[in-house]
């Protein structure tokens, strides 16, 4: 993602804004961290932000609080600050059609999202 040109020349593409300390959401954390793959044992489908180099850090976490329920400003950091990291970032886990909603709401603001089923019980 590309740095915000409102942020300070001084802070690394990996820092937090100034004054957010962002809590690490444990039903967000990245498959790099442990999360399993694929669908939760109750049929949910995860949602996966993926970095990109052609949208503003302050542009993804505009779109992660508008499109995803009971995102706030830190957890939206945290998420953006994962996928930026990490490559990508687990940012929700719902039943199949709410996560499409979610994938799609996201790709509306032109990010790139993708929804990992794998392992899926039907």
């Not at 444990?26 to 399993?36: M, Q, V």
């Not at 509306?108 to 990992?116: E, N, P, Q, V």
Request: charged share 20%.
């Amino acid at each position: 993602m590309i740095r915000s040109i409102d942020r300070p020349a001084s802070q690394t593409a990996t820092e937090a804004p100034p004054g957010l300390e962002c809590p690490v959401i444990p039903d967000r954390i990245p498959a790099s961290l442990g999360r399993p793959q694929g669908a939760d044992s109750a049929g949910h489908w995860h949602v996966v932000l993926w970095n990109d180099d052609h949208n503003t850090m302050d542009h993804v976490i505009t779109a992660l609080i508008k499109v995803l329920d009971g995102v706030d400003l830190q957890a939206a950091v945290q998420l953006m600050m994962t996928a930026h990291s990490q490559g990508s970032a687990y940012v929700a886990t719902a039943p199949r059609e709410q996560a499409e909603l979610y994938r799609e709401g996201l790709e509306r603001f032109g990010l790139t999202a993708t929804l990992d089923g794998s392992g899926v019980r039907g």
